[in-house]
């Protein structure tokens, strides 16, 4: 379980790992690592180019390999992913292809769409999100 990197971890872990989880809570994660670094500011890509060694056309495998999306079909544990729909750090397209997957084959799953980008300064919208 966790926030940004944090909810990406919790993704891949989900589909690498399926045994070890019986829940998934994954704020604003990377959960397509393509569509994710075709989204995604500049310093973001640059990152993305020095981690992996290259981009998506570049080095496909190494994204294929990093990305949660590629294991989404071995989620067993329920998901629950919470996503600002102007995010550009972990833009909401890539969210969707990842909760589309899920759909797709009946696995259960939650997602929260809240109006803010990476996180919330909204103090009423923070409780909320507490709350779910």
Known sequence: TGGSWGGYLTLLGL????????????????ADYVTAYHDEMEALKA?????LG????????????????????????????SAGVNDPRCPIRQIENYVQRLQA???VHEVYRYD?????LVVDERIKQVRL
Not at 47 to 51: A, E, G, K, S, V
Not at 116 to 120: L, V
């Open 105 to 107: 084959r009946g696995a």
């Open 54 to 81: 290259g981009t998506p056309e570049e080095v496909p495998e190494r994204f294929e390999a990093s990305s949660p999306i590629t294991y989404v079909d071995r989620v067993e544990a329920p998901v629950y992913i």
């Open 116 to 120: 803010a980008g990476h996180g919330s």
């Open 47 to 51: 990152m993305d180019r020095t981690l």
């Open 15 to 30: 589909g690498t790992q399926p045994d070890l989880w019986t829940l998934g809570i994954a704020a604003v994660p990377v």
